[in-house]
Each structure stands twice: as structure tokens, then as C-alpha cells.
């Protein structure tokens, strides 16, 4: 029994700090790009997001991040805001990426989406009171996400009847496609979730 114990915190203390799965220690020093990175994150957020310490290698990340953030936060997106946060949380529900189903639900209720709406999204998210286009977008993020193999041209067809345009379905497709990497890359190294993106959260002390 005492073994098991000391085994235990020895678990613990080899955990301890960690933000994923992966066993490596930040650098003395982050190079400049994702310095920046982690300082926007800061200034945006309050808190620098643990994906932004993962080593993707020089030059890697600001570029993948600059292309999500590109496509998520550009005032000229063809979709609004919250349709593409939307589109992000569905993809991320899922794949079951508890990080990215944090961060998107509380996007889409800085956006105005009903709270309770939300939160049947994280769990049920066809059983959410949705518009017509609201509920095409979700169905599109589902089935590419879970079929991409299977899909036809009837998957665009389908966000047409809704309304959208061919550029506005080329967005969607990149959302879709952009948050199923992100997930992927989070579920595959244990991503941890920042204590202060969940709901809550309060400062210690």
C-alpha cells in the first residue's frame, strides 16, 4: 500500500505543471514570433493559452496561428462572428476537444448567442433551438467532420439552401477544416485547459 502511494506522487510531482501530455520544458527564452503571440493572447485573453507554448518548431506557429486568427477574428470575414465560432464549436464537439469546446462556447456567448443555447450545443448540439441557417452550418461542421470520406456535393448544397453564397461556403469549409487540425493536434498531446477558461473560474487567493 505504501508503494502505491509513493507512486502515486511521484506521478504527481512528474505531472506537476504540466499542460499536456508532452514531457518538455518550456525554453529559457521563446523566440520573438511567439512572444508576440503569448503577449496577445495575454492582453486579449488574461492568461496566455497553453497552445501557444507547444513547440511547433521556428517559424511554425505564428504562421498556423496567424491563419486562424485570420480567419476567426478578420473584421472582413464573409461570415459573421458568431456564425464561425458556431462552425468552430460543432467541429469541436465532435471531436470531443474539451479545450476547444471551452473557448468557443464562451466566443459564441460573447456574440449574443443565449447562454442555455449554448450549453445544449456542448452536450446536444441538434437539440439546440437553431435557425435554419444556424442548424445548416452545424449539420455541414458535423458531417465533414465526422464523414469526410463520404461527403458529396449535396454537403454544399445544403448550406446553399440556407443562404449562403459560394464564397461564404468556401469559409465554412475553412473553419471546418482549420478546427479538425486544432483538435486533432489538442486531443493528440492531452492538451490541458487553462483553469481560467473554464466557467467560474476564480483567481486564487
Not at 77 to 98: K, Q
Not at 113 to 118: G, I, N
Not at 165 to 189: H, L, M, P, W
Request: hydrophobic fraction near 40%; include cysteine.
Amino acid at each position: 500500500m505504501a508503494g502505491n502511494t509513493e507512486q502515486a506522487r511521484a506521478q504527481k510531482d512528474e505531472t506537476k505543471g504540466r499542460f499536456s501530455w508532452l514531457r518538455l520544458a518550456d525554453p529559457a527564452q521563446w523566440a520573438p514570433d511567439v512572444a508576440q503571440l503569448q503577449q496577445d493572447s495575454l492582453q486579449r485573453l488574461g492568461f496566455i493559452r497553453s497552445f501557444l507554448r507547444l513547440p511547433f518548431g521556428p517559424g511554425r506557429l505564428a504562421l498556423y496561428q496567424g491563419y486562424l486568427d485570420r480567419l476567426m477574428r478578420a473584421p472582413d470575414g464573409l461570415l459573421p462572428p458568431l456564425e464561425r465560432e458556431l462552425i468552430a464549436l460543432v467541429t469541436s464537439v465532435e471531436n470531443r476537444c474539451e479545450v476547444c469546446i471551452l473557448s468557443h462556447s464562451a466566443a459564441l456567448k460573447k456574440y449574443g448567442m443565449d447562454a442555455d443555447t449554448v450549453d445544449t450545443m456542448t452536450l446536444a448540439w441538434r437539440r439546440a433551438p437553431l435557425s435554419p441557417r444556424h442548424l445548416a452550418l452545424a449539420n455541414f461542421a458535423s458531417r465533414l467532420t465526422l464523414a469526410p470520406g463520404d461527403v458529396d456535393e449535396s454537403l454544399l448544397d445544403g448550406l446553399r439552401a440556407a443562404g449562403l453564397g459560394e464564397a461564404e461556403v468556401f469559409e465554412a469549409v475553412q473553419v471546418v477544416a482549420i478546427y479538425n487540425s486544432n483538435n486533432r493536434i489538442n486531443n493528440a498531446v492531452g492538451m490541458i485547459p487553462n483553469a481560467q477558461s473554464r466557467p467560474g473560474y476564480r483567481p486564487p487567493g
